[in-house]
């Protein structure tokens, strides 16, 4: 990976640029469930301790909890409170790693949704939350020496000791933790990008991506401490956008260390446009319209000229070689793609064969074939009625035709 | 040759709402923390609308006035807090301003 810092940045807001209101909008779905659930659990709380106490005042030896007519003791409310703890933890869980998805999408080019947060939860959302309580139980072990030493020093009243320790302890395990978090700063990506993967696997691969490249993760980390600051003062408002930038530039480094960043981020819109040719209709750029090909004859071959699908042929035949002047006059021909074809007119005038092989002429294509047969020219009686052939078509062609006034 | 010309359409609405966000942030720099949240708003918005290696005009007017309706929010409530500080406590000023 051989990207600056600003152009990761620069990708990402390319990548969010059209987005900007689904990713937001799903930042708001987020909050607004994540609140519902608060809501629920703070009302269960605040029914047991308000009910629960005024119970206990009213000497009353069983705990009842009467909430919207409901009558229910603090035992069962516990275990509802549980639950509802639970559900809560695992739905946050998995509409984060749906957000890591959106962004993944939209650094990918591919259009982001807002139900794409609610994508874990149809694709092995048992691994996430493995993982998840994994990670949250290897965190409590590594803080079980601070616990235990936290007790044996108010048991044994010395805590000078438990103080040294305590510091070399936060600062090896901060180091260990930057070194862990940054080597395994793609797992999450990685599963999110191929939920098929094992567990392992990926930390391996994540493992791999990250070689030599955590210093540069972790300036890109600390180059968003300016902006955070920002939206820390604009009281939280700023982080609607921030959050998501900060995401998907996290995404475009992930696609960067596989080598996958879409070509089209690497283009400003402007290039993307001069490189695309022709924009498209209302794409804000100029745009050179070439009108449908004219089909039928070209002026320039001495032949009336026909626009858009419906030819109208006037004139008709030019004279063969042999002097024949053949008017066909007001001919139609509709086109639409196909190739019209009139077969041969089989002229005999005055001792004289005149076969015209046609025109063939498509309607996409300002290709105008005339197709003639080699004229046979032999001697015939004065007077040969013309023959048409049985095949023709009576609405392409005409059927008055004019006999030729002279004779050569 | 028929020629269908589409003038070009400036879709950076991000920078447009900087700038807007910037202008109001002067405006509202004299209020309650007006200026300072309006104008670090302004600030981000400008930065995030940079979709080429340049800024947009529009980003820079929003860039400029966030960072000065901050400046001007920051000092309005240094200003204020000067004032309630440097104030009697029987609750007058000596300009006869109440600041309770």
Request: hydrophobic residues 45%.
């Amino acid at each position: 990976m051989d990207i600056k810092r600003s152009d990761l940045k620069l990708y990402a807001r390319r990548a969010l640029k059209g987005c900007w209101g689904t990713i937001i909008g799903a930042t708001l779905v987020y909050m607004a469930i994540s609140y519902l659930f608060l809501i629920a659990l703070e009302s269960v709380m605040l029914a047991m301790l308000g009910n629960g106490i005024r119970t206990l005042l009213g000497g009353a030896v069983t705990i009842q909890v009467q909430t919207a007519g409901v009558t229910a003791s603090v035992g069962m409310l516990l275990v509802i409170l549980a639950v509802l703890y639970f559900v809560y933890l695992v739905v946050i869980l998995l509409m984060s790693v749906g957000y890591q998805r959106l962004y993944l999408d939209a650094a990918s080019g591919q259009k982001a949704k807002i139900s794409t947060l609610f994508w874990a939860f149809s694709h092995k959302p048992w691994k996430f939350i493995l993982i998840s309580v994994l990670v949250a139980l290897l965190a409590w072990i590594t803080l079980l020496p601070v616990y235990v030493l936290a007790i044996a020093s108010a048991l044994t009243g010395r805590g000078s000791f438990a103080m040294v320790f305590l510091f070399v302890y936060y600062v090896i395990m901060i180091i260990v933790y930057a070194y862990v978090l940054l080597t395994f700063s793609q797992f999450y990506l990685i599963l999110v990008e191929d939920p098929e993967k094992g567990i392992f696997e990926a930390l391996s691969e994540s493992h791999a991506l990250m070689k030599g490249k955590r210093g540069s993760y972790f300036v890109l980390c600390l180059s968003f401490l300016g902006i955070a600051l920002l939206g820390l003062l604009s009281g939280g408002l700023a982080m609607l956008w921030i959050s998501p930038y900060m995401g998907c530039t996290f995404a475009v480094f992930y696609l960067a260390l596989k080598g996958a960043v879409p070509e089209k981020l690497r283009l400003s819109p402007a290039q993307t446009a001069a490189a695309s040719g022709p924009a498209y209709p209302g794409g804000g750029y100029y745009r050179e319209v070439t009108p449908p090909q004219q089909s039928g004859y070209s002026p320039a071959s001495g032949y009336p000229a026909g626009g858009g699908y419906q030819q109208t042929q006037q004139g008709g035949y030019q004279a063969q070689p042999g002097g024949y002047q053949a008017q066909q006059g007001g001919q139609q021909t509709q086109q639409s793609g196909y190739q019209a074809r009139q077969d041969a007119y089989q002229m005999q005038q005055g001792g004289y064969q005149a076969q015209q092989g046609g025109y063939s002429y498509q309607s996409q294509q300002d290709t105008y074939q005339p197709q003639q047969a080699p004229i046979s020219q032999e001697p015939a009686s004065q007077g040969t009625k013309l023959e048409e052939p049985e095949n023709r078509n009576p609405e392409n062609g005409n059927p008055e035709y004019e006999t030729p006034s002279e004779n050569p | 040759m028929n020629e269908q010309t589409v003038h070009p359409k400036d879709d950076n609405s991000m920078a447009l709402v900087s700038m807007i966000v910037g202008i109001i942030s002067i405006v509202t720099s004299c209020c309650c923390c007006g200026g300072v949240i309006l104008g670090s708003l302004a600030v981000v918005l400008a930065c995030l609308s940079r979709v080429e290696t340049y800024f947009d005009r529009r980003a820079k007017i929003g860039l400029a006035c966030g960072i000065i309706g901050m400046v001007l929010g920051i000092a309005a409530g240094f200003v204020i807090l000067l004032l309630i500080a440097s104030a009697p406590s029987h609750g007058f000023s000596g300009s006869g301003f109440y600041f309770y």
